[in-house]
């Protein structure tokens, strides 16, 4: 009778559980994109986050010092709008400097290609930081 009853609590556990995970999964997806390392931070990895916080803003910063271009997603280049992807999954940090006035590159400044490649490789970092952090909450990774 006892293993019958600890049966039904596993089962009930089991059952409960892919409805928090799902929006803890959906919590953790969006402080990662957001916030780069948030969903680290999320998980408890604080120098994790820290680190890739730190890298991925700078990356961020340097290229708009460099004067990186902006991209839109109207263009009729798809090159273009996949730029587009990238400079926006940095997560709030573009928002914020088109908040603060941030137009994009002027083409005749000597390292603004430069300065779009870091945007660019900012916003796909944040997205590789995206999956560590899924892989990590669903115990593929620690």
């Known amino acids: 009778m006892a293993k019958s009853a600890a049966k039904k609590r596993a089962e009930e556990v089991v059952e ?5 995970r799902t929006g803890f999964l959906i919590r953790l997806i ?6 780069p390392g948030g969903g680290h931070f999320l998980q408890g990895k ?3 986050a820290l680190i890739l916080f ?13 004067n990186g271009e902006l ?12 730029g587009f992807v990238g400079e926006w999954s940095v997560g709030a940090a573009m ?16 390292s603004a290609d430069y300065g779009t490649a870091f945007l660019i490789a900012a916003g796909m970092l944040n997205i590789l930081t ?13």
Do not use: C
């Open 95 to 110: 928002p914020l400097a088109r908040f603060f006035g941030y137009a994009g590159g002027d083409p005749y400044f000597a």
């Open 54 to 66: 730190g890298s991925i803003i700078s990356m961020f910063v340097l290229g708009v010092l460099m």
């Open 30 to 35: 969006l402080a990662s994109w957001l916030v």
């Open 130 to 142: 995206m999956f560590d952090a899924y892989d990590i909450a669903m115990g593929r990774k620690t």
């Open 16 to 20: 409960k559980e892919p409805q928090l």
């Open 71 to 82: 991209f839109r997603l109207n263009s009729p280049s798809i090159l273009h709008r996949l």
């Open 46 to 48: 604080k120098v994790r």
